[in-house]
């Protein structure tokens, strides 16, 4: 066994699967809030069928290629650290520059949301949604600087302030509702191509996220065990929620006439969850889903503000983004500066009409799950024998197969989300190629063999880090 | 120098991708599409037209290619810059953004991140990873060795 160095100053905290299984649900689901968009967009029927059917050629490839890239590279950066070992230094670094800059944006969006229900209910001035904006990101941000414990019961407490108001309305929602929620299978006028335009876009996004766990994988506890079982759990998790919430959703908006269904979209005027829920449950459940969506999308913020910073840690920590950016708490043990500064980002993000960077989201987050998928295929090629606690169970070529529904759908992804996403975006991904030519000619970059946190050798086999981190929870 | 391969292939294509904007500009110049009014954010000239952006963004990116033959960082980065800031225009045309995107900013954009990857390979190849673990780094720079 090679010696090699452990992330110094990063601590590991026991994560039970039940915390982890919470922030997967998190990170990729978080409550329905938005789905309401693409039930008038593609039509109920396809908006069912989607639900139950991209998972298949979308998600769960994601979920089980995190779980095998995470169980055999389980280290703190998560993706960045895959794509560095199957692909080397530069695409690990665009990777992880395009994930971490997109996230930059997507995660100010969860607060704006936040403060848009607030605002609707409430309706406060300017100054008091800055102060308010301003908090939430304050309280967050020390949350996460605390420690994944604290965290992990933060979220966990959130998500069941989301699914309680969710569930009792789903249940209600089924019973007192009417009508087919599968009729009609697509808007009047559409074809299957056209009617999916907006849905897709919109699903894709909703069904993403299988990859942010593993960037927590530095500060957990035998990584390679526990977030593969917790995305497998995770999976058909997601997807009940999203199919029986919408299924009731459907219902209910169908008790204003069959096809109200056409007035299903959030933004105020439509029949989006909260006013679904007025109308089976009057002001009280109305109000419990308000507190739901906000929740909801607090969680959401709370999450990707983890797993968002880690990248850059770890990509400060090997000489590729500025030295601060790898400081770690004495004390607690998180990589403080790093969640301090996306922080700071959100905070000034939210208190300006940030639409434009939106556009370079999705554009920015797809290239590096291209990457992703071709990680996994990469490394099964070149380092067959690595040790993989996880190993999806098909042979290297089914798995290419498999894999390349899923790129097929980001790269159509690129072209149906408008010019807007496209030219914004397109302008985003040159930002990768200029800043890793700045940073590797002023920080140099590391050697594979003086990686730090690094659980595997050059050739493959377990460090005596990795053999730590291996026993770690035995 | 180790990466000299790779900064040619980045020349080229830095080359190629100014070729496509000047080319673009020349061709727009005669069949006169609608790229909006002459201003990019706010700034109003006759020199801020489509043809002229086209054109100026091209030659710019052709010096940055040329200059990839030496140093591929610098190179790659004007190149790429170039055909960022060459895309942020073309987001800026408002309702006529499309047109210019769809004929002739594809190239530009598609070249430009070809000469980036390449130059990026170059700079891997000749800029010498630190192999000094980073623990011993700092506990050196600490102890004020």
Not at chain 1, 348 to 356: G, M
């Amino acid at each position: 066994m090679t010696e090699m160095l452990r992330n110094e100053g990063l601590k590991r905290v026991r994560m039970r699967l039940i915390t982890a299984v919470v922030f997967v649900f998190t990170l990729t689901c978080s409550g329905s809030f938005g789905m309401e968009d693409v039930v008038s967009s593609s039509g109920p029927g396809m908006t069912l069928l989607m639900i139950l059917i991209l998972p298949l050629v979308w998600s769960v490839p994601m979920a089980f290629v995190a779980s095998e890239l995470g169980s055999m590279v389980p280290e703190a950066g998560g993706l960045y650290r895959w794509i560095r070992r199957g692909m080397g230094e530069y695409w690990s670094f665009q990777a992880g520059w395009w994930w971490t800059l997109s996230l930059y944006v997507d995660s100010a969006v969860y607060v704006a949301l936040a403060l848009d229900y607030m605002e609707a209910k409430w309706g406060f001035g300017g100054g008091t949604r800055a102060l308010i904006g301003i908090a939430i990101v304050a309280v967050f941000t020390f949350i996460n600087i605390r420690g994944l414990e604290l965290t992990g019961w933060s979220l966990t407490i959130i998500q069941i302030g989301v699914m309680v108001p969710l569930l009792v309305f789903t249940v209600w929602g089924i019973i007192v509702g009417s009508g087919n929620p599968f009729s009609p299978i697509l808007p009047d006028g559409e074809s299957v191509l056209t009617s999916m335009n907006l849905g897709l876009a919109i699903m894709m996004w909703m069904y993403s996220g299988w990859e942010s766990l593993s960037t927590l994988a530095g500060e957990i506890e035998n990584p390679q065990k526990v977030i593969p079982k917790a995305l497998l759990i995770g999976t058909p998790l997601v997807i009940a929620t999203y199919f029986f919430t919408v299924f009731a959703a459907i219902r209910v908006a169908s008790i204003d006439g069959p096809g109200n269904w056409a007035n299903m979209w959030t933004g105020g005027g439509g029949v989006d969850f909260v006013e679904a829920a007025q109308m089976i449950g009057g002001g009280v459940l109305a109000y419990l889903m308000l507190m739901s969506a906000i929740l909801s999308n607090l969680g959401l913020y709370a999450g990707y503000l983890a797993t968002g910073a880690r990248p850059q840690f770890q990509m400060s920590r090997d000489r590729l983004l500025p030295k601060f950016l790898g400081l770690t708490h004495k004390s607690w043990g998180t990589p403080w500066a790093a969640i301090l500064l996306m922080a700071i980002v959100n905070a000034v993000l939210i208190n300006f009409n940030f639409s434009a960077l939106i556009t370079i989201d999705v554009f920015l987050l797809m290239f590096p799950y291209v990457l992703i998928f071709l990680t996994v295929i990469v490394l099964r090629v070149k380092e067959p024998d690595a040790p993989r606690s996880f190993r999806v169970p098909m042979p290297t070529a089914l798995l290419g197969v498999w894999v390349a529904f899923p790129i097929a759908i980001a790269i159509i992804a690129l072209f149906v989300n408008g010019t807007d996403w496209m030219i914004g975006g397109l302008a985003g991904i040159l930002t990768g190629p200029i800043a890793y030519l700045v940073f590797k000619n002023i920080y140099t970059g590391t050697t594979d063999e003086a990686l730090e946190g690094s659980t595997l050798t050059p050739t493959g086999e377990l460090t005596e880090f990795g053999a730590v981190v291996e026993g770690a929870g035995a | 120098m180790k990466g000299q391969k790779m900064a040619n292939y980045a020349a080229i294509a830095g080359v190629v991708a100014g070729a496509f904007a000047i080319g673009g500009g020349l061709y727009a110049h005669s069949a006169k599409p609608i790229f909006g009014i002459p201003q990019f954010f706010g700034i109003y000239s006759q020199y801020l037209s489509g043809v002229h952006v086209l054109m100026g963004i091209g030659v710019v990116m052709v010096v940055g290619g040329l200059l990839s033959f030496k140093w591929p960082s610098i190179g790659g980065i004007i190149v790429c810059s170039a055909a960022m800031l060459g895309l942020i225009y073309a987001y800026n045309r408002g309702q006529y953004r499309w047109s210019p995107m769809l004929y002739y900013w594809w190239g530009p954009w598609l070249f430009a991140w070809i000469a980036g990857i390449f130059a990026g390979y170059a700079a891997y190849k000749n800029v010498p990873q630190s192999n000094e673990k980073l623990a011993d780094a700092r506990h050196a720079e600490s102890s004020g060795a």
